[in-house]
């Protein structure tokens, strides 16, 4: 970055009228000042240094990353005649000669910068394509710099694609938005778009600390670590909260800005006690978990901000839970780390997930809540009860052990294996699931040959016709048939209301193809036994599981019934 000494378009001094904001007063004065960059700097210094100058550039990024800022270097470095006046375009800009100065302080006749967020119609185009025809009155290149240049209208773009493939020699067009998916690709096509990245954390403490020093202020490191994570890659941001610091600690004793003092400014909760809180959530304990939040509330944490750094814990204890490496990282407190990898063993990544899901769905509750602070306590007290609940994995395994068979005593021939209905009860406000007594399904059959197909039961055939993936059938024979008779070679049923009429004559048609013999399938009007699902409903609802939350949520139902292989 530069300051007031190298750049002449800083001012300098300390009086209330001739002070510049951080951000500007440290706006790079060279590509070599632009932080995080080096991609596009390279390219840039090499294009201009081999003459390679395109007549559009689009630079794309978030918001202060130095978009405008390189777009004002790229007008310098064309327009630059050096100290001597008699130099050519140039990477690296003088800043004294007339043209360095005039753009560095926004008054340069020949650049021209518009803003399209609020000039976003044809006509506006229009007056700034009648000046394109004119050469330069001064300057070498005529260059116009259209910030947030997807605000433009359609017809404005459309007005703008010709004179842009095809400009005049002395005029160059430099475009600068936040949202380049919103860009037409015809104007796209006619640039060299140039991606400007978030800047890192490290590279952001790096610059806060030399600004720091440059201002004479003192600032803990801790602070500078909070400030960059706060900026979340911007370098505008970092400053202007670093500004904010400085002035906030400017009427104290010693003038140290500290760690607290950046924490109640941004209203941030304390880092060890986002520890703590996750800690009692995890543990179950919702009273320390509330007195937590009420004291951050207290001394001024957002309890919305609360929320996002239990995000951000929980985010990190998962890459740490999967990549110790991560726990190494230099800008962390050794009682963090310590801490962190303690944590990370103690919990599981559905754990983890579990909790990201509802922190997440917390977050938007507490951001529409008319209190967040109470919208934010409810989600810790629903994270707190999930939290000694088993993951659906470990339920599955629990729900099934006694009913498995091990797979060393399995025969190999095709006879009836366990399998695990499981039942869904619709409730209003939440669905909740169980699993019953396994009932005997055949080993899958798709693998066999014909000859070696033998369906004992209708369930057999059943279980066929979903290995041959006819699904909608065994939807159908499953639901809607009420079986009369079974033997080899011959079905009876009672079909349901809304079975198709040619049921019958598909499965007998299927059975004979599948098996090599000739089966007959026929509609009678005998009662029947009840369909394959209300029986394995009735079976659902015998087992103690699934009754114990059938009694302890009366109306409830069993919403429906899978069955999951063992």
């Given at each position: 970055?530069?300051?007031?000494?190298?750049?002449?378009?800083?001012?300098?001094?300390?009086?209330?009228?001739?002070?510049?904001?951080?951000?500007?007063?440290?706006?790079?004065?060279?590509?070599?000042?632009?932080?995080?960059?080096?991609?596009?700097?390279?390219?840039?210094?090499?294009?201009?240094?081999?003459?390679?100058?395109?007549?559009?550039?689009?630079?794309?990024?978030?918001?202060?990353?130095?978009?405008?800022?390189?777009?004002?270097?790229?007008?310098?470095?064309?327009?630059?005649?050096?100290?001597?006046?008699?130099?050519?375009?140039?990477?690296?800009?003088?800043?004294?000669?007339?043209?360095?100065?005039?753009?560095?302080?926004?008054?340069?006749?020949?650049?021209?910068?518009?803003?399209?967020?609020?000039?976003?119609?044809?006509?506006?185009?229009?007056?700034?394509?009648?000046?394109?025809?004119?050469?330069?009155?001064?300057?070498?290149?005529?260059?116009?710099?259209?910030?947030?240049?997807?605000?433009?209208?359609?017809?404005?773009?459309?007005?703008?694609?010709?004179?842009?493939?095809?400009?005049?020699?002395?005029?160059?067009?430099?475009?600068?938005?936040?949202?380049?998916?919103?860009?037409?690709?015809?104007?796209?096509?006619?640039?060299?778009?140039?991606?400007?990245?978030?800047?890192?954390?490290?590279?952001?403490?790096?610059?806060?600390?030399?600004?720091?020093?440059?201002?004479?202020?003192?600032?803990?490191?801790?602070?500078?670590?909070?400030?960059?994570?706060?900026?979340?890659?911007?370098?505008?941001?970092?400053?202007?909260?670093?500004?904010?610091?400085?002035?906030?600690?400017?009427?104290?004793?010693?003038?140290?800005?500290?760690?607290?003092?950046?924490?109640?400014?941004?209203?941030?909760?304390?880092?060890?006690?986002?520890?703590?809180?996750?800690?009692?959530?995890?543990?179950?304990?919702?009273?320390?978990?509330?007195?937590?939040?009420?004291?951050?509330?207290?001394?001024?944490?957002?309890?919305?901000?609360?929320?996002?750094?239990?995000?951000?814990?929980?985010?990190?204890?998962?890459?740490?839970?999967?990549?110790?490496?991560?726990?190494?990282?230099?800008?962390?407190?050794?009682?963090?780390?310590?801490?962190?990898?303690?944590?990370?063993?103690?919990?599981?990544?559905?754990?983890?997930?579990?909790?990201?899901?509802?922190?997440?769905?917390?977050?938007?509750?507490?951001?529409?809540?008319?209190?967040?602070?109470?919208?934010?306590?409810?989600?810790?007290?629903?994270?707190?009860?999930?939290?000694?609940?088993?993951?659906?994995?470990?339920?599955?395994?629990?729900?099934?052990?006694?009913?498995?068979?091990?797979?060393?005593?399995?025969?190999?021939?095709?006879?009836?294996?366990?399998?695990?209905?499981?039942?869904?009860?619709?409730?209003?406000?939440?669905?909740?699931?169980?699993?019953?007594?396994?009932?005997?399904?055949?080993?899958?059959?798709?693998?066999?040959?014909?000859?070696?197909?033998?369906?004992?039961?209708?369930?057999?055939?059943?279980?066929?016709?979903?290995?041959?993936?006819?699904?909608?059938?065994?939807?159908?024979?499953?639901?809607?048939?009420?079986?009369?008779?079974?033997?080899?070679?011959?079905?009876?049923?009672?079909?349901?209301?809304?079975?198709?009429?040619?049921?019958?004559?598909?499965?007998?048609?299927?059975?004979?193809?599948?098996?090599?013999?000739?089966?007959?399938?026929?509609?009678?009007?005998?009662?029947?036994?009840?369909?394959?699902?209300?029986q394995e409903e009735d079976k659902a609802k015998a087992d103690p599981l699934v009754k114990s939350l059938l009694d302890a949520f009366p109306g409830a139902k069993i919403d429906r019934i899978s069955r999951v292989e063992t």
């Amino acid at each position: 970055m530069t300051d007031s000494a190298s750049d002449p378009a800083a001012a300098t001094g300390t009086s209330a009228a001739n002070y510049r904001v951080l951000a500007r007063k440290y706006r790079p004065a060279r590509f070599t000042d632009l932080i995080g960059q080096e991609a596009v700097v390279r390219t840039l210094t090499n294009a201009i240094t081999s003459g390679r100058i395109a007549q559009g550039y689009m630079l794309t990024g978030v918001r202060g990353v130095g978009k405008t800022t390189t777009a004002r270097l790229i007008a310098r470095a064309l327009n630059c005649i050096g100290v001597d006046g008699k130099g050519g375009p140039t990477p690296d800009p003088c800043g004294v000669c007339v043209h360095c100065t005039g753009i560095a302080e926004d008054r340069h006749v020949d650049v021209l910068e518009m803003d399209a967020a609020s000039r976003t119609g044809i006509d506006d185009i229009r007056e700034l394509l009648d000046g394109v025809r004119y050469r330069p009155t001064s300057a070498r290149y005529k260059v116009y710099i259209v910030d947030e240049v997807h605000m433009l209208s359609e017809k404005a773009f459309n007005a703008l694609l010709k004179t842009l493939e095809e400009p005049p020699a002395h005029v160059k067009f430099i475009f600068a938005t936040t949202e380049i998916r919103k860009v037409p690709v015809t104007v796209l096509s006619r640039c060299q778009r140039f991606d400007l990245r978030r800047i890192e954390s490290d590279d952001l403490t790096a610059l806060f600390s030399g600004v720091a020093d440059k201002e004479h202020a003192k600032i803990e490191p801790a602070a500078l670590a909070l400030i960059a994570r706060a900026a979340d890659g911007s370098a505008r941001d970092g400053l202007s909260i670093l500004d904010q610091a400085i002035s906030q600690a400017a009427g104290g004793g010693d003038q140290t800005v500290t760690e607290q003092a950046v924490r109640d400014m941004l209203g941030l909760a304390d880092r060890a006690k986002v520890f703590d809180l996750f800690d009692a959530v995890m543990r179950g304990d919702v009273k320390a978990a509330l007195a937590i939040v009420q004291d951050q509330y207290a001394s001024g944490a957002n309890p919305v901000v609360v929320v996002q750094d239990l995000l951000e814990l929980v985010h990190w204890l998962t890459r740490v839970k999967i990549s110790t490496e991560t726990a190494r990282d230099p800008g962390l407190a050794e009682t963090e780390r310590t801490r962190g990898l303690e944590m990370a063993k103690g919990l599981s990544v559905p754990v983890l997930s579990r909790a990201w899901q509802m922190l997440l769905k917390g977050l938007s509750e507490a951001r529409s809540a008319p209190l967040p602070l109470q919208a934010v306590e409810m989600v810790l007290i629903r994270l707190a009860y999930a939290s000694d609940l088993p993951t659906p994995g470990d339920a599955l395994k629990t729900l099934q052990s006694g009913g498995a068979i091990p797979a060393a005593a399995r025969p190999s021939a095709p006879v009836p294996s366990p399998a695990a209905p499981r039942a869904a009860l619709g409730m209003s406000g939440g669905v909740a699931t169980a699993a019953s007594q396994p009932r005997p399904m055949p080993e899958p059959l798709a693998v066999l040959p014909a000859e070696a197909v033998a369906l004992k039961s209708f369930a057999d055939v059943v279980a066929l016709f979903e290995s041959k993936r006819e699904i909608l059938l065994s939807a159908q024979l499953t639901r809607g048939v009420r079986l009369v008779r079974f033997e080899e070679g011959r079905i009876e049923f009672n079909p349901e209301k809304g079975a198709p009429n040619d049921l019958a004559g598909l499965v007998g048609k299927h059975l004979t193809k599948w098996t090599g013999q000739r089966w007959i399938v026929s509609v009678v009007s005998a009662a029947g036994d009840k369909t394959l699902y209300e029986q394995e409903e009735d079976k659902a609802k015998a087992d103690p599981l699934v009754k114990s939350l059938l009694d302890a949520f009366p109306g409830a139902k069993i919403d429906r019934i899978s069955r999951v292989e063992t």
